[in-house]
Nanobody
Framework: QVQLVESGGGVVQPGGSLRLSCAAS????????MGWYRQAPGKERELVAT?????????SYTDNVKGRFTISRDNVKNTVYLQMDNLKSEDTAIYYC?????????WGQGTQVTVSS
């Protein structure tokens, strides 16, 4: 079982930036495609960004974060990152990482991102 631990969330003003990290517990991490997901209050969890396994050549983003968010990975550190710039109030949510495609049944605790003036 791969454990996933998210960190880096916080409170930021609109237009600000945050960098989220997701540390995986096992070295098989490099063989896993990964994704960042988020869940806002009262809404379903949605996929925000994905990155392919290995060197992470292929990335994708949901339309409302394109040009503002950047996903990356470091296979030496077994970590996937989400750089979030020009944050908006609608980005407020709990952010999770998980395998993509086919997320594991279990999820980490997530990290809270709050965008507020």
């Amino acid at each position: 079982q791969v454990q996933l631990v998210e960190s880096g969330g916080g409170v930021v003003q609109p237009g600000g930036s945050l960098r989220l990290s997701c540390a995986a517990s096992r070295s098989i991490f490099r063989f896993l495609g990964m994704g960042w997901y988020r869940q806002a209050p009262g809404k379903e969890r949605e996929l925000v960004a994905t990155i392919s396994n290995g060197d992470g050549v292929y990335t994708s983003y949901t339309d409302n974060v394109k040009g503002r968010f950047t996903i990356s990975r470091d296979n030496v550190k077994n970590t996937v990152y989400l750089q979030m710039d020009n944050l908006k109030s609608e980005d407020t949510a709990i952010y999770y990482c998980n395998r993509n495609p086919s997320p594991f049944d279990y999820w980490g605790q997530g990290t809270q991102v709050t965008v507020s003036s």
